[in-house]
Structure formats: structure tokens, C-alpha cells
């Protein structure tokens, strides 16, 4: 066996002399920039599929947090190797393969779909993929390696890997990068609301199933019939707004309007518009004023993850966004780094929800669950499901079964709230939007209709002393949800708004407005019955 030495250990520099190798000597000569464009690449890739949806903050620090990476990984290289050029290459495999480990459990879905039975676990992935990432380290630094050929593939790959989200971002916007930045639509002002501090204070419970439909879609699109729940929440004092509709199908602009109290204007802004909208909510900065305490089990949108005004914050994410997040999942880091998934998310809330219900007051509690939009990661009995039994199923069945355990979970929620507060308690349930997929087999609806889906949710009113039946309607949207609490129980003058529907013509792939291009809104009785998707429709 040939055991000659391989010039990737430095100790190498002192076990004798090793004939020099020419195509090693003129790689010396030829620049590696490859490592700096492939850390860039994972982040860019990112942000071109909604350059308007991330914002410059985040997009910066984390090509910094990427750079910086790549840094050390070289650094470390370059003691591992006698050549600048092999330790590059090693840096730049090592980048690769770090974020392309998350790319692999992707694969399970399309395995599914061809009914394969592989199940893909970090158990069984992570050792293929460190013996992958080793392997290529140790290949790059066997003698007879053509650095200077190895390098220069590098370098073009490493180009077009920057280029390509480069070039995507510029299409999207038409050339007008700056465009990005955007400037603030003008939102109509509140003003100054006066709240009157009766005692005792009721606590205020804003529970949002984000995805959750109203009876009419979930009984066309899903064949769902939902009365059971709806009369179990009227027998429990609860009023119904049968005829209740988003303002924005759209989680940001939805909560930013709800939690203002206000519409947003005539046009979509820039994402931290709406970021600042949320993070200093109108809502809680009016509770507060009263002595309320501020208790934020916050979602995974962009602001509302968690709130400065908050006394305590349920934290899901070390990472400070979505886009981080989405990030961080590309990398075997996801494990620590990463946010819980939907299901535990769902599940500590309710935990949580149920401890403070048995809490002494004043308290708003603001609980957001992302569980009736894809991924399906549980059963109707709330067990967690693997992605290839979730594809097995398809999107009307999962939605069905994650609807049904959410049901038993928010009547147990509500009948403790009830219980420990003795009725004297504020309790809405409101979705931010309804569902963003299309049950199977109803694929070429009009582009009205398919904004009509998205806008019709549940909302349901619980309100102390009597109060719901008087002041509920049976249109109450969002933007008059929060209203019509502080007028009912904190004598505010707050008039009710007209319950409109606003849309726009652009969105992403999943059906979200492109921030910041100054779209205009648009009330969906307005608009024309053509057939055409949502998705990236306008772009």
C-alpha cells in the first residue's frame, strides 16, 4: 500500500523534504476568490425570491455572518494545508456542503410523491454528510490534485452563483434596486383614545389561528363541516361573525391593521412599515397605559415574533427573523440555532395559554398559531407526522386533521379562560387570513374567487357581562375586532369602519404581496372574475 504522505497535514512542513509539485507551484500564482462568492451565494439566493419581503438590515448582517464564517473556516484551512489555493478549495467545499445539508430533507417530499420509503433523519443523514464533507477535504489535498483547474472551476461557479441572484433581484425590480428601500405609505391616524379604567379590569385574551377558514370555504373547498365547533362556542356565550372577512389576506398587513386599529392605505409600503407597525402596537400600548401586563406568544411573521412592549415573550427562534431562519434550516446548525417547528411552537402556547389563565390580572395575552398553512406536521390528534405520510394525505386532508385537533385544543383553552376568570374576561378568536392552498381538484378558480377564499375567516366574540350579543356583527373584520372591545369595555369613542377586503396585483410564490413597490389596494368586490392564480401574478 502506498502510504506517501499527503500534503493536506502541516505537519508535512517538518517530516523532510517533499519534491515540489509544478501544477501546485503555479496555482500559488492564481487568485482563489471562489470561498468570499460562495458565502454570499446561500443569502442572496434567499433574498431574490422576495427581495421586498427581507429587509436591508437583514440581508447585510447575515452575508456578514456567512463572510465571517467562510473567514475561519480558511483560517483554520490555511494551517491544515501547505497551499493557499487547496485551502480555498477546502473552504469552499466546506461551504457548500454546510448549506446544502438542509436541501437534502427536501428531498423526502419529492421521495413521497415518486413512493419511495426512505425517511431522511439527522440520525441517518449526518453521518453520510460528514463522511461526504471529510472525503472532499481529504481529496483536496492528495498530491497530483490540478489546483490551478480545481481554482478556476471554482471561481466560475463561485461568479455565477452571485450572479444569478444578482440578476433575479434586478428583473424583479426592474432595475430600480433603491426601490427596495421603499418610503412610508401614509396611514391615517388614530388619534388620541380615551379608555375608561373600570374595575375590575377584564383580562383580554387575542387568540389568531392564522389560515383559519370561515364555514362557507370549509364547507365548498374542504367538505369540513365545522358547525359542531361554532355552536359549542355560542352555548359558551361566544357571538359568530358569519359573514367575517380579512381586510388583508396577508399576516403582515392583516395583524399591522387589526393591532392599530386603522386601514393602511392606499397602496403597500416597505416590510418595516409594517415590522414598526407591529413591534409598537396600538393595542398594547393602550392596555398598558391601563395597568394591563403584556404576555406575547408571537408567530413566526416578521414583527410579531416578539414585542419590546411585551412583559414576557414566548421565544421560538434564536434568530431575529424569518429570513435567518430560512437560513439557519439550510445548515446542520438548525439543530441549535434553528426555530421549533410549527407543532411544538403550537403546543407550548396552549401549555402556556392554560398557565396563564389561572394568573391574577389585569393581563392581554396575544397568542398567534401558524398551524392551518403548509407544512402539516401533526395528526388530528396532535402526534407529529412525517413529511411523507403529510404528501400521502395531500393538503385538504391535512388541513382537516390540524383543523380538528386545534378545535379540542381552543375549547379546552377557552373553557380554562372561562373558568379561573369566572366570565369576566375578553376573549376573541380570529384567523389573519384563510387558507392559502386550493383543495385538490378545484384548481381554476377566477382570481376572484381565489381572493374571496383567502379573505373569508372565522371570528368569534367573547365578551364580559352580557356585552357580545349587542355589539357584534356579523361582518365584524379585524379592523374593527380590537375596536369594538375598547368601546364595549373601556368606554372608548371609537366609531366602527366599513368591514372592506383589500387586495393587490403582485405576490411571491406563496401568494404575499411584494413589499415596498407601492401596489395599490384594491376592494376585492372590484375586481374582475378572470381565471389566474395568485402566485407571482403581477411580478
Known amino acids: 500500500m502506498n502510504r506517501a504522505p499527503l500534503e493536506s497535514l502541516s505537519t508535512m512542513r517538518y517530516m523532510g523534504r517533499v519534491e515540489p509539485d509544478p501544477s501546485r507551484e503555479s496555482a500559488s500564482r492564481f487568485p482563489a476568490f471562489h470561498p468570499l462568492l460562495l458565502a454570499m451565494f446561500p443569502p442572496l439566493t434567499l433574498y431574490a425570491q422576495n427581495p421586498g419581503g427581507v429587509q436591508w438590515w437583514e440581508l447585510l448582517a447575515a452575508v456578514g455572518a456567512t463572510l465571517l464564517g467562510a473567514g475561519l473556516v480558511y483560517a483554520v484551512a490555511r494551517r491544515l494545508y501547505v497551499s ?65 483547474v480545481g481554482t478556476q472551476c471554482a471561481n466560475v461557479f463561485g461568479v455565477c452563483a452571485v450572479v444569478g441572484p444578482a440578476a433575479l433581484v434586478l428583473f424583479d425590480t426592474g432595475g430600480d434596486v433603491s426601490s427596495l428601500l421603499g418610503n412610508d405609505v401614509e396611514i391615517e391616524s388614530v388619534g388620541p383614545i380615551d379608555l375608561e379604567s373600570a374595575q ?9 389561528i392564522s389560515g383559519y377558514a370561515d364555514s362557507e370555504t370549509l364547507s365548498e373547498e374542504f367538505r369540513i363541516d365545522n358547525r359542531e365547533f361554532l355552536e359549542g362556542l355560542k352555548r359558551r356565550g361566544f357571538a359568530v361573525a358569519e359573514q367575517s372577512q380579512t381586510n388583508y389576506p ?68 434564536r434568530m431575529p427573523s424569518n429570513y435567518t431562519d430560512r437560513l439557519i434550516e439550510l445548515t446542520p446548525l438548525a439543530a441549535w440555532l434553528g426555530s421549533k417547528s410549527r407543532r411544538v411552537q403550537m403546543q407550548e402556547k396552549f401549555d402556556r395559554l392554560d398557565l396563564l389563565a389561572k394568573q391574577n390580572g389585569p393581563k392581554f395575552v396575544l397568542m398567534y398559531i401558524a398551524a392551518l398553512q403548509p407544512p402539516w406536521t401533526f395528526d388530528a390528534q396532535g402526534n407529529a407526522i412525517s413529511p411523507r405520510t403529510a404528501g400521502e394525505r395531500g393538503d385538504a386532508e391535512s388541513y382537516s386533521q390540524q383543523l380538528s385537533y386545534l378545535n379540542r385544543r381552543l375549547r379546552h383553552a377557552i373553557d380554562d379562560i372561562l373558568e379561573y376568570t369566572k366570565g369576566d374576561a375578553v376573549i376573541l378568536l380570529q384567523a389573519d387570513e384563510g387558507p392559502r392552498l386550493i383543495a385538490e381538484g378545484n384548481d381554476q378558480q377566477s382570481r376572484r374567487a381565489e381572493w374571496e377564499r383567502r379573505c373569508g375567516v372565522l371570528t368569534a366574540v367573547y365578551l364580559p357581562d352580557g356585552k357580545t350579543r349587542r355589539g357584534v356583527a356579523a361582518s365584524l373584520s379585524p379592523v374593527n375586532t380590537l375596536r369594538l372591545v375598547l368601546h364595549e369595555c373601556f ?17 411571491d410564490a406563496d401568494g404575499a404581496p411584494l413589499f415596498g413597490r407601492r401596489l395599490p389596494l384594491t376592494e376585492v368586490d372590484q375586481m374582475e372574475a378572470t381565471t389566474a392564480g395568485l402566485s407571482g401574478e403581477g411580478r
Not at 372608548?492 to 403582485?506: E, F
Open 200 to 208: 375590575p379590569l377584564p383580562d383580554v385574551y387575542y387568540l389568531v
Open 491 to 507: 368606554g372608548a369613542k371609537l366609531p366602527r369602519l366599513a368591514d372592506d377586503s383589500y387586495v393587490w396585483q403582485g405576490s
Open 84 to 148: 493557499q489555493q487547496a485551502a480555498a478549495l477546502a473552504t469552499s467545499w466546506t461551504i457548500l456542503l454546510v448549506f446544502g445539508y438542509g436541501l437534502i430533507f427536501h428531498l423526502e417530499g419529492l421521495l413521497a410523491d415518486w413512493d419511495l420509503p426512505l425517511l431522511l433523519t439527522p440520525r441517518t443523514v449526518l453521518p453520510l454528510w460528514g463522511g461526504v464533507l471529510v472525503f472532499g477535504l481529504w481529496s483536496v489535498g492528495r498530491k497530483g490534485v490540478n489546483l490551478r
Open 250 to 317: 396577508s399576516p403582515e398587513l392583516s395583524m399591522a391593521s387589526a393591532l392599530n386599529l386603522c386601514y393602511l392605505g392606499e397602496t403597500i409600503g416597505p416590510k418595516s412599515q409594517y415590522y414598526d407597525l407591529l413591534q409598537q402596537n396600538r393595542m398594547a400600548r393602550e392596555l398598558k397605559s391601563l395597568g394591563y401586563r403584556y404576555y406575547h406568544l408571537g408567530g413566526p411573521i416578521d414583527g410579531l415574533r416578539t414585542s419590546p412592549l411585551a412583559d414576557e415573550n414566548y421565544r421560538f427562534s
